[in-house]
């Protein structure tokens, strides 16, 4: 029987093979990366890629809890991790845990994920101790763009760098399975990697880290902009316009639908 990856299974990853990570939000699309991937993170960015919030702080439980059903129903091998959105987690170690459970029974997700502040270690310590595996986010932290006043690179004064490297060696003391680092230099990500036990997960923070991961729909090409770290494997931007302005101008021209595209053709 074909089974999931899991925690543990990631964990050990840790000193060997790189963990090859995506997002998605979708059934079709985790069906496409399930194959090629070790682990499907269904980010809160989906508020952004799919909702068009202006940040990830509007994303709530209920919309992590569709989406993660529609990753689960589409995978198969992979690893899914669901984010733990802005609001579910912060307030105290229970509510975190009342909700990241929540998450894993109506989807059947096997991790969540939350952004490390200082006060989150704690959250993390009691959840796993309660048995549910945590994945944490370092460095850039999208839900704290309210606070940062904008997505910016972390990391380049001394005390933020040491502030981000303490809520690293925190986040896996506290017994997550993996970090994500965002958006740091690669001094500081490799700094990262070598002080702690468990994979660290890269967007925008190099080579240095044991994984990688990026949203799916930027390596894709289907934004006009994409951050500087991101590598664009394709341009579905581009052939989605093209494929468009074609229906559109058949349309136009009455030559969609055609005689092989219409029911009873023969009959009649
Ligand atoms: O929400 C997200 O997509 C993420 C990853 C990019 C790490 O948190
Ligand atoms: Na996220």
Known sequence: ?????????VRARKGKTPVVCLTAYTAPMAELLDEHCDLLLVGDSVGMVVHGLPNTVGVTLEMMILHGQAVMRGSKTAMVVIDMPFGSYEGSAEVAYANATRLMKETGAQAVKVEA??????????????GIPVMGHVGLRPQAVLVDGGFKAK?????????????AKATAEAGAFAVVVEG????LAREITEAI???????????????QILVTDDMLGLFDWT???????????????????????????????GPAEIYFAKAV
């Open 227 to 257: 951050p500087k770290f991101v590598r664009r494997y394709a341009d579905l931007r581009g052939e989605i316009g093209r494929a468009v302005a074609a229906y559109a101008e058949d349309v136009r021209e009455r030559r969609f639908p």
């Open 197 to 211: 036990p468990v994979p660290t997960i890269g967007i925008g923070a190099s080579s240095g880290c044991d994984g």
């Open 155 to 167: 990391g380049k004064a001394g005390d933020e760098r040491r502030r981000i490297l303490e809520d």
């Open 1 to 9: 029987a074909v089974r999931r990856l899991a925690a543990p299974d």
């Open 117 to 130: 502040g200082p006060t989150i270690a704690e959250t993390i310590d009691y959840m796993v101790k309660r």
């Open 184 to 187: 740091v230099a690669e001094g």
